[in-house]
């Protein structure tokens, strides 16, 4: 399915961008999936125009609810993958998620930030020094050599299958979580399936190489040591840096750089609400998002001319 716009994410910041721009006559799909940070506020009484406050719950879901009413293509699956299939003066990008393919010609990033860490020993030291939160940054590094990405989910897939093309080996280590749904994402590309393997035992902390200067493998609560020259963090969905470092967008720390238009360094990409850091509330999402939104649209109007 094509469109003029899909938005990532369907928090206060998707979902104000994504009115703005289907008032705007424009066509516009939203896609979600994972918990939003809404949801976990308990209550809300800071937010203009509720005089007995709402939940976070409640107010994410009117926001849902209120897209679709406007007739706004709302879909509920995970991004696992995003490229740039032409670029200007007529942009194009793919959105993959959920097995379906989409694409369009902007893109408005909402998914919030959220770089998770395993609570394994020896994660924050190795950054840089042999564990990597991108494979696509990363794994030309690993050419021929052994590799383990941690996670469970759909996303540590989608980074396992692009390292297996590249490394001699790839492991996906679940940490002791269920490998369910590594195995049904696995079975859909049987193209990659059999480099990949998969060890369900809990990850007690990385281990240097020979010189002690960057990672040399994984030791397991059993004792047992699996030896790699990397190690790929891709825990639950991915975030607005993992999708940023997969499309070489500027960065803040881990958030995305923009500038007062929600515009990213990529032609028709922006960006708004916690994913580009800052004031993490609602009123500043809804702001961001709606910038973000109006944005879009003069960039496929000028495209259009």
């Known amino acids: 399915m094509t469109y003029d716009i899909i938005i990532i994410g369907a928090g206060p910041a998707g979902v104000s961008a994504a009115l703005y721009a289907k008032r705007a006559n424009l066509n516009v ?31 994410y879901k009117n926001g849902i609810e209120q897209a679709k009413n406007l007739g706004i293509e709302v879909i509920q699956a995970e991004v696992t993958h995003i ?12 959105v993959k998620a959920g097995g379906n393919e989409y694409t369009a010609t902007s893109l408005i990033l909402a998914t ?35 590799v383990a990405v941690i996670g469970n989910g759909t996303f540590a897939v989608e980074e396992a299958s692009h390292l297996a093309h590249i490394a001699d080996s790839v492991t996906i280590l679940t940490d002791g ?46 004792g047992e040591t699996l030896t790699v020259d990397g190690v790929f963090v891709a825990l639950g969905s991915a975030g607005a840096a993992d999708f940023a470092k997969k499309l070489g967008l500027a960065l ?21 609400g916690n994913a580009n850091g800052g004031l993490l509330q609602v009123c500043k999402a809804v702001y961001e998002g709606g910038v973000a939104g109006l944005s879009a649209v003069d960039y496929i109007r000028k495209i259009k001319q």
């Not at 939203?30 to 409640?58: C, M, R, W």
């Not at 930030?113 to 690993?142: H, M």
């Not at 393997?197 to 030791?219: M, Q, T, Y």
């Open 252 to 272: 803040n720390g881990d958030s995305i750089a923009t500038n007062e238009k929600m515009a990213t360094n990529a032609p028709g990409i922006f960006s708004c």
């Open 29 to 59: 799909a939203v896609i979600y999936s994972g918990e939003s940070q809404l949801e976990k506020a308990h209550k809300i009484d800071n937010y203009y125009g509720f005089s007995e406050g709402i939940t976070g719950p409640d107010l």
């Open 112 to 146: 919030g930030n959220k770089k998770l860490r395993p609570n394994i020993a020896g994660i924050v030291d190795f950054e840089g020094k042999g564990v990597s939160y991108c494979a696509v940054c990363d794994g030309f590094f690993y050419r021929k050599k052994n």
């Open 177 to 222: 979580k269920s490998d369910d749904e590594v195995k049904s994402a696995l079975s859909k590309d049987s193209s990659v399936a059999q480099k990949i393997k998969i060890d369900v035992r809990k990850v007690s902390k990385i281990i240097l190489n020979e010189e002690g200067s960057k990672v040399g493998g994984v030791s397991f609560e059993d």
């Open 83 to 94: 490229e740039m299939l032409a670029p200007p003066p007529k942009t194009q990008y793919s």
